[in-house]
Nanobody, 115 residues
Framework: QVQLVESGGGLVQSGGSLRLSCAASGKIFTASTVGWYRQAPGKQRDLVASITKLGLTNYADAVKGRFTISRVNLENTVYLQMNNLNPEDTAVYYC?????????WGQGTQVTVFS
């Protein structure tokens, strides 16, 4: 079992920054790829960024150059640094781990960007 807890969301003006955290329980976390997803109202949940256990990263085109995903395995935590935010980034952000075909999700954290 993996339990994920996201934090760090909030209300920010366009051009501002936020850092999201995903804290995990369970040893399997450090051996897994972790992803950040986001879901805006009325839209599907989309991958924003992911990081493998070795630190290889992948980003959605919409966030490349603005967002950075990182992990500190000793802390069982994955971070998402979000810079130069714009209103299109407004969504609930979720942390995800897939273990043996089973998806584990956190409760999500709301990010709202106003112009």
């Amino acid at each position: 079992q993996v339990q994920l807890v996201e934090s760090g969301g909030g209300l920010v003006q366009s051009g501002g920054s936020l850092r999201l955290s995903c804290a995990a329980s369970g040893k399997i976390f450090t051996a897994s790829t972790v992803g950040w997803y986001r879901q805006a109202p009325g839209k599907q949940r989309d991958l924003v960024a992911s990081i493998t256990k070795l630190g290889l990263t992948n980003y959605a085109d919409a966030v490349k150059g603005r967002f950075t995903i990182s992990r500190v395995n000793l802390e069982n935590t994955v971070y998402l640094q979000m810079n130069n935010l714009n209103p299109e980034d407004t969504a609930v952000y979720y942390c995800n781990v897939r273990v043996v075909g089973t998806d584990f999700w956190g409760q999500g954290t709301q990010v709202t960007v106003f112009s």
